[in-house]
């Protein structure tokens, strides 16, 4: 598994204090990664996969969550961003080729909470309580019927977790 790892140390401002504000947006960062790197999940190859390394890739993240093969990030705008493996679609782009660059989920806006799993993937969006789920569905864990056929790719769920009559009453 690769790990994955952004902080406000990688600003670009290195060296100063980076004192944090709730009116003013988060700095710009690159991810740094490190770990295994089969099939792009660190990004770019770094040259020791060892040795945390940038990804270049330098936006407002403010959230990175590393998954079996792939990884995904937020940015302060709420879009998803995904990279790595895609044979399952986990990257949410519509395809099921690979990435080594950050490629946008499409379809998701708002988003305030990601999660990689092994070969899927999780967004919330904190505004409606929606959560959605795209990737493999091999063992239910995007909250569907295994036996429900979908394109690879595509957000397969969406659900109100902040409405109890939306899932049954098993929500909470």
């Known amino acids: 598994m690769a790990t ?45 996969t060892s040795i945390p390394w940038p990804m270049h890739e330098a936006r407002h993240w403010v959230a990175v969550s590393a998954g079996g093969e792939h990884t995904l990030a937020l940015t302060d705008q709420g879009d998803v961003y995904a990279w790595g493996t895609n044979v399952d679609g986990e990257l949410g782009n519509g395809t099921t080729t690979d990435s080594m660059l950050p490629v946008q989920v499409t379809g998701l806006t708002g988003i305030t909470l990601i999660a990689a799993g092994g070969s899927h993937s999780l967004a919330y969006r904190g505004s409606d309580g929606a959560l959605f789920g795209w990737g493999s569905n091999a063992g239910l864990q995007i909250a569907q019927d295994a036996s429900v056929t979908r394109s690879p790719g595509t957000r397969s769920h969406q659900r109100n977790w902040n409405d109890p009559g939306d899932c049954g009453g098993k929500c909470a």
């Not at 790892?5 to 991810?31: E, K």
């Open 4 to 48: 994955v790892a952004a902080c406000a140390a990688f600003a670009s401002r290195r060296g100063q204090p980076n004192p944090v504000r709730a009116d003013t947006p988060p700095p710009v960062l690159d991810i740094w990664t490190f770990g295994r790197n089969r099939v792009g999940q660190l990004g770019s190859v770094p040259p020791n």
